[in-house]
């Protein structure tokens, strides 16, 4: 029996990839996370796929990745904090899995995301790739972005879990909530997650 795939969104600063590693060790499940998937496809990171495509162009690549990982089952995905503004990645997902929104403050992600040099959302991109940008930038930037996703976040979301929490914690939150619904967990992960 094939489960269905916990993909984790939420804004930049939530948790998702820790988040998603520890859920993949409790249930023995492989992880994706769709950032990584387009710096390994691309050869290039993030700051500089947004320089060179912009944010548009960015999210036509980031739809090819996540149209890949939606035809597989069993996965624990990373979703990058823009990947369910989409209504087609939304759709896509849906087929095989279900949404967790990982949901923090933007006080709690200011705090997590300072000295980020990886988040182009967050900043200027210097000629060295890096993101710069002054703690009160960063502030506004967070806040602005929180705004405008927070109720798209909260619409497509089969779960949403307070990320202020420990990571652990986060996790059994899932957990729990997935071994309530049935057909998320295949029966050995149900028995693996109760021990």
Request: proline residues 4%; charged residues 30%; glycine residues 10%.
């Amino acid at each position: 029996m094939m489960s269905r795939n916990l993909l984790l969104h939420g804004m930049m600063g939530a948790g998702k990839s820790t988040v998603a590693v520890l859920l993949g060790e409790r249930l023995g499940r492989r992880v994706a996370d769709t950032d990584e998937e387009l710096r390994t496809w691309t050869g290039r990171s993030i700051p500089e796929l947004f320089a060179t495509y912009g944010e548009a162009g960015f999210r036509d690549l980031e739809r090819r990745v996540v149209e890949e990982l939606a035809t597989y089952h069993d996965l624990v995905v990373a979703l990058g904090g823009g990947a369910v503004l989409r209504d087609d990645n939304v759709a896509s997902l849906l087929l095989t899995g279900v949404l967790v929104e990982l949901r923090a403050t933007p006080e709690v992600l200011v705090e997590r995301l300072a000295g980020s040099t990886d988040r182009p959302l967050l900043g200027t991109v210097g000629p060295d790739g890096r993101v710069r940008g002054t703690p009160a930038e960063l502030r506004q930037r967070v806040e602005r972005t929180h705004a405008e996703r927070a109720r798209r976040y909260a619409e497509v979301a089969d779960l949403t879990v307070d990320a202020a929490r420990t990571p652990d914690q986060i996790v059994d939150d899932i957990l729990d909530w997935a071994l309530a619904q049935g057909d998320v967990l295949t029966p050995s992960e149900h028995e693996q997650v109760m021990r």
